[in-house]
C-alpha cells in the first residue's frame, strides 16, 4: 500500500475517532465507520504500523469471528529511540559530573547521574541536534529520579496532563501554565521535572 494512501488512512481515522493530536488518544472505532470514506482492503493494516506515524494505533479482531482486526484506537505515541535525542560528548562531559538537581547526589560508582533532556518530549528540533544544542538544554538527574521522570512524561504524553508537583509535597503545581501540555516545544516549562532548579527558585 503507498505511503500517501496510508496517510490518507490515518487522517481519516483521526477524524473519525476524534482524535486528539496533542496527546494522541481517541475513542474506538469500528472499521464499518471507514465506509463511505475510505476503502480499506480486508488485510490491509499497514497503517497502523509504527513507521506510519507517530501516533499508537491498537486494532483488535471481533471477538469469536477470526483474526481480522475490525476495532481500532489511537492510544498515545510510541517512544523515540534514543538515536533520535543524540547528546554531545562535551555536554555529557559536564552534566554528569554535577549533582543531581533532585537528590543533591554527588556522581559516584554507587551514584549514577544522567544527562536529562529538560524537554521530555523531544519535539524541538534544534536541541536534537548535536551543534545547536547547549549545557542549558539539560540536568542532572541521579538514575532513580530520571527513571521517575520517564514515567511521568510517559504519562504526559499519553494523557495530555502534566505532572503535578503537589504529589512531592510543593504548595505549587506549576510555575509557568497549568496541568494540559499544549503540545508545542515550549509545552513542558514550568513543570517540576522541566527544571527542577527553576521550579525550587520559583516557589
Given at each position: 500500500?503507498?505511503?500517501?494512501?496510508?496517510?490518507?488512512?490515518?487522517?481519516?481515522?483521526?477524524?473519525?475517532?476524534k482524535?486528539?493530536?496533542?496527546?494522541?488518544?481517541?475513542?474506538?472505532?469500528?472499521?464499518?465507520e471507514?465506509?463511505?470514506?475510505?476503502?480499506?482492503?480486508?488485510?490491509?493494516v499497514?497503517?497502523?504500523?509504527?513507521?506510519?506515524?507517530?501516533e499508537?494505533?491498537?486494532?483488535?479482531?471481533?471477538?469469536?469471528?477470526?483474526?481480522?482486526?475490525?476495532?481500532?484506537?489511537?492510544?498515545?505515541?510510541?517512544?523515540?529511540?534514543?538515536?533520535?535525542?543524540?547528546?554531545?560528548?562535551?555536554?555529557l562531559?559536564?552534566?554528569?559530573?554535577?549533582?543531581?538537581?533532585?537528590?543533591?547526589?554527588?556522581?559516584?560508582?554507587?551514584?549514577?547521574?544522567?544527562?536529562?533532556?529538560?524537554?521530555?518530549?523531544?519535539?524541538?528540533e534544534?536541541?536534537?541536534?548535536?551543534?545547536?544544542?547547549?549545557v542549558?538544554?539539560?540536568?542532572?538527574?541521579?538514575?532513580?529520579?530520571?527513571?521517575?521522570?520517564?514515567?511521568?512524561?510517559?504519562?504526559?504524553?499519553?494523557?495530555?496532563?502534566?505532572?503535578?508537583?503537589?504529589?512531592?509535597?510543593?504548595?505549587k503545581?506549576?510555575?509557568?501554565?497549568?496541568?494540559?501540555?499544549?503540545?508545542?516545544?515550549?509545552?513542558?516549562?514550568?513543570?517540576?521535572?522541566?527544571?527542577?532548579?527553576?521550579?525550587?527558585?520559583?516557589?
Amino acid at each position: 500500500m503507498p505511503g500517501s494512501k496510508n496517510k490518507k488512512i490515518r487522517e481519516t481515522f483521526f477524524e473519525i475517532s476524534k482524535t486528539d493530536r496533542q496527546t494522541g488518544w481517541g475513542k474506538k472505532i469500528h472499521i464499518s465507520e471507514f465506509k463511505g470514506k475510505i476503502e480499506i482492503t480486508n488485510n490491509g493494516v499497514q497503517w497502523i504500523r509504527p513507521s506510519a506515524g507517530p501516533e499508537k494505533i491498537k486494532a483488535w479482531p471481533e471477538t469469536g469471528k477470526g483474526n481480522r482486526r475490525v476495532w481500532f484506537q489511537a492510544q498515545g505515541f510510541h517512544l523515540q529511540n534514543k538515536e533520535d535525542r543524540p547528546i554531545s560528548s562535551k555536554i555529557l562531559k559536564i552534566v554528569k559530573k554535577k549533582r543531581c538537581v533532585v537528590t543533591l547526589l554527588k556522581p559516584s560508582k554507587e551514584n549514577q547521574i544522567e544527562c536529562d533532556h529538560k524537554n521530555g518530549r523531544y519535539n524541538d528540533e534544534r536541541i536534537k541536534k548535536l551543534d545547536t544544542q547547549t549545557v542549558d538544554d539539560f540536568q542532572p538527574l541521579h538514575e532513580s529520579m530520571n527513571k521517575k521522570k520517564r514515567e511521568a512524561c510517559k504519562k504526559c504524553t499519553n494523557t495530555g496532563t502534566r505532572f503535578d508537583a503537589k504529589e512531592f509535597g510543593y504548595k505549587k503545581s506549576y510555575i509557568k501554565g497549568n496541568k494540559k501540555h499544549d503540545g508545542t516545544i515550549n509545552g513542558c516549562e514550568g513543570c517540576f521535572w522541566y527544571d527542577v532548579l527553576e521550579f525550587r527558585s520559583n516557589l
